[in-house]
T-cell receptor
Framework: NAGVTQTPKFQVLKTGQSMTLQCAQDMNHEYMSWYRQDPGMGLRLIHY???????DQGEVPNGYNVSRSTTEDFPLRLLSAAPSQTSVYFC????????????FGSGTRLTVV | GESVGLHLPTLSVQEGDNSIINCAYS??????FIWYKQESGKGPQFIID?????DKRQGQRVTVLLNKTVKHLSLQIAATQPGDSAVYFCAENSGGSNYKLTFGKGTLLTVNP
């Protein structure tokens, strides 16, 4: 049981490049989310999913796309990277329903130059 | 305690002392709250949670207090140890939505040996 696995752990992109951050969980959790964390700030929700085939926007969705074709995977795509997207990205998953906390991955540190 | 400013609030305690970390949450419709611990370079780790029908919940060396009247949450850590040094975040289910969490800005706890 690996929990929530994120790849890569580190990435440097040039402005305008695109890439996909991978997230997989093996706990059969219905809910999955992507957050970004910037220095001195808490985590901000980018996109979330309540099940396969269902996604929605969070607080800061601009510049990012997601899809949820399976329960296990929830990739985050940066369409055209910008320096403002330099951040640490966390994926998290949770069982559906009340009273469950999210389990977080170890993060991807992304730098856009 | 946590604030809306750009600087991370800090709390410095001596090993063996009790620590109290405070959090003001934003949405009166939120009914589930979680404290997370984040060590340097790692993802947030679930510590303890509480539902709005409770005002206190205890775990191992940790206690969470909830005051719904003033929308305030606190985390008490007994006999604080150097391994407790980390950033602590409170989170609320956004207006009662179990699939979305809103995080506070975090408090940096430093435990001096």
């Amino acid at each position: 049981n690996a929990g929530v696995t994120q790849t890569p752990k580190f990435q440097v992109l040039k402005t305008g490049q695109s890439m996909t951050l991978q997230c997989a969980q093996d706990m059969n959790h219905e809910y999955m989310s992507w957050y970004r964390q910037d220095p001195g700030m808490g985590l901000r929700l980018i996109h979330y999913s309540v099940g396969a085939g269902i996604t929605d926007q969070g607080e800061v969705p601009n510049g990012y796309n997601v899809s949820r074709s399976t329960t296990e995977d929830f990739p985050l795509r940066l369409l055209s990277a910008a320096p403002s997207q330099t951040s640490v990205y966390f994926c998290a998953s949770s069982p559906a329903g009340e009273g469950y906390g999210y389990t977080f991955g170890s993060g991807t540190r992304l730098t856009v130059v | 305690g946590e604030s809306v400013g750009l600087h991370l609030p800090t709390l410095s305690v001596q090993e063996g002392d009790n620590s109290i970390i405070n959090c003001a949450y934003s949405n009166s419709a939120s009914d589930y709250f979680i404290w997370y611990k984040q060590e340097s370079g790692k993802g947030p780790q679930f510590i303890i949670d509480i539902r709005s029908n409770m005002d206190k919940r205890q775990g191992q060396r940790v206690t969470v207090l909830l005051n719904k009247t003033v929308k305030h949450l606190s985390l008490q850590i007994a006999a604080t140890q150097p391994g407790d040094s980390a950033v602590y975040f409170c989170a609320e289910n956004s207006g009662g939505s179990n699939y979305k969490l809103t995080f506070g800005k975090g408090t940096l706890l430093t435990v001096n040996p």
